[in-house]
T-cell receptor, first 112, second 118 residues
Framework: DAGVTQSPTHLIKTRGQQVTLRCSPKSGHDTVSWYQQALGQGPQFIFQYYEEEERQRGNFPDRFSGHQFPNYSSELNVNALLLGDSALYLC???????????FGPGTRLLVL | AQKVTQAQTEISVVEKEDVTLDCVYETRDTTYYLFWYKQPPSGELVFLIRRNSFDEQNEISGRYSWNFQKSTSSFNFTITASQVVDSAVYFCALSELRSSGSARQLTFGSGTQLTVLP
């Protein structure tokens, strides 16, 4: 039973660039949520996708956008990168209204 | 707004000691879920437990146990006979039930770094 997978594992970008992170949900799951975890802090909710639509969004600027594909996989895009965007980006999947979210290994983004 | 507080930033114990991680939450909803996740150095959040706000029964799973008390808005986590492999950051999280029935985000505490020394 494949768990949540994310790619890439690590990424280095410079300020002003754009980045795309990818997530494949756990087998059988249809809902994907994205979180940002700064060093030494708890994860912060970015947004959630279900049925290819953004269903809920946290307190993040429009530079953060996403997409969900028909196979339930998802992408997180961040434009005009800032130094403060350096963080661990976590993807979590769940089954519809099922409450338990299962997390992937994350993508570590460093913005120089 | 919902909020989760983990007042213990770091805890260090010697192997085989019992340790309790505290979690206090705030929510205006009467229906919600509480979670504990473990984050080892690799970074992946590992799901440990989920509790429904209607179920205040304590739960035990091996060396792990959880004490949910609505009266004090607390959901504490105890590890009995701790082991070195228990060393990790532990997060408590809250999820409120939305009236639309969709998109329940997790609100996390700031985490407790547990170090178990041999």
């Amino acid at each position: 039973d494949a768990g949540v997978t994310q790619s890439p594992t690590h990424l280095i970008k410079t300020r002003g660039q754009q980045v795309t992170l990818r997530c494949s949900p756990k087998s059988g799951h249809d809902t994907v949520s994205w979180y940002q975890q700064a060093l030494g802090q708890g994860p912060q909710f970015i947004f959630q996708y279900y049925e290819e639509e953004e269903r809920q969004r946290g307190n993040f600027p429009d530079r953060f956008s996403g997409h969900q594909f028909p196979n339930y996989s998802s992408e997180l895009n961040v434009n005009a990168l800032l130094l403060g965007d350096s963080a661990l980006y976590l993807c979590a999947s769940s089954l519809g209204q099922e409450e338990t979210q299962y997390f992937g290994p994350g993508t570590r983004l460093l913005v120089l | 707004a919902q909020k989760v507080t983990q007042a213990q930033t770091e805890i260090s114990v010697v192997e085989k000691e019992d340790v309790t991680l505290d979690c206090v939450y705030e929510t205006r909803d009467t229906t919600y879920y509480l979670f504990w996740y473990k984050q080892p150095p690799s970074g992946e959040l590992v799901f440990l437990i989920r509790r429904n706000s209607f179920d205040e029964q304590n739960e035990i799973s091996g060396r792990y146990s959880w004490n949910f008390q609505k009266s004090t808005s607390s959901f504490n986590f105890t590890i009995t006979a701790s082991q070195v492999v228990d060393s990790a950051v532990y997060f408590c999280a809250l999820s409120e039930l939305r009236s639309s029935g969709s998109a329940r985000q997790l609100t996390f505490g700031s985490g407790t770094q547990l170090t178990v020394l041999p």
